[in-house]
């Protein structure tokens, strides 16, 4: 079974610095796909950034960009320049479409908070 | 913009009550989620359809049943609800991976925070 581990549960960081969110995953799929997903307070989850485990290159969207390293099974987000908006919880996820589930596993989340 | 709307964003249910959440995606995917969102546990999946009428069981699906008769709605079922079913509920949809680029990308609802007493 794949599992998704987030093992820091709450982090701040100051506006304009700056910030790491780890996360570890186990699978034996060969070809699969990584997420994480943003949860402002009272909001709708929304989806950050999206890695496909066959591209070597890593994925960047704006202020946010990911180093995923296939073989140590690490998939961790960079927030540069945060922003007071950036303040949400951040869930990494993952899913192999090809195992014959399209279903996504989640991991349990890490609290970001970005102060003034 | 796609868009999953959740019937209701607050219940208060008593124990041993049926409960009824639903949820419509108005863009035409075929998968469909339950998850169930709790402090310190992340979200864990209930239950999964990939098209109507079928259904798939996710990690906790005791104590919950799900219906799909139309491709825009899911709805989540507590028999009987009971006091540790109080939680968020968030719906999901995604197009499949047949149908996309985006693979695995999901539509999150606004959830539905549900108090069993």
């Known amino acids: 079974a794949q599992t998704v581990t987030q093992s820091q549960p709450e982090m701040s960081v100051q506006e304009a610095e700056t910030v790491t969110l780890s996360c570890t995953y186990d699978?034996?799929?060969?070809?699969?796909?990584l997420f994480w997903y943003k949860q402002p307070p009272s909001r709708q989850m929304i989806l950050v950034i999206r890695?496909?485990?066959?591209?070597?290159q890593n994925a960047t969207e704006n202020r946010f960009s990911v180093n995923f390293q296939k073989a140590a099974k690490s998939f961790s987000l960079k927030i540069s320049d945060s922003q007071l908006g950036d303040t949400a919880m951040y869930f990494c996820?993952?899913?192999?479409?090809?195992?014959?589930?399209?279903?996504?596993?989640f991991g349990k989340g890490m609290k970001l908070t970005v102060n003034p | 913009d796609v868009k999953v709307t959740q019937s209701s964003r607050y219940l208060v249910k008593r124990t041993g009550e049926k409960v009824f959440l639903e949820c419509v995606q108005d863009?035409?995917?075929?998968?469909m989620f339950w998850y169930r969102q709790d402090p310190g546990l992340g979200l864990r999946l209930i239950y999964f359809?990939?098209?109507?009428?079928?259904?798939e069981k996710g990690d906790i699906p005791e104590g919950y049943s799900v219906s799909r008769e139309k491709k825009e709605r899911f709805s989540l079922i507590l028999e009987s609800a009971s006091t540790n079913q109080t939680s968020m509920y968030l719906c999901?949809?995604?197009?499949?991976?047949?149908?996309?680029?985006?693979?695995?990308?999901?539509?999150f609802g606004e959830g539905s925070r549900l108090t069993v007493l």
């Open positions: 999901a949809s995604s197009l499949p991976a047949r149908r996309t680029v985006n693979t695995g990308e999901l539509f």
């Open positions: 699978t034996s799929e060969s070809n699969y796909y």
């Open positions: 890695q496909e485990a066959y591209k070597q």
């Open positions: 996820a993952f899913t192999a479409p090809q195992g014959g589930s399209e279903k996504l596993v």
């Open positions: 863009m035409d995917h075929e998968n």
């Open positions: 359809s990939y098209d109507v009428k079928m259904k």
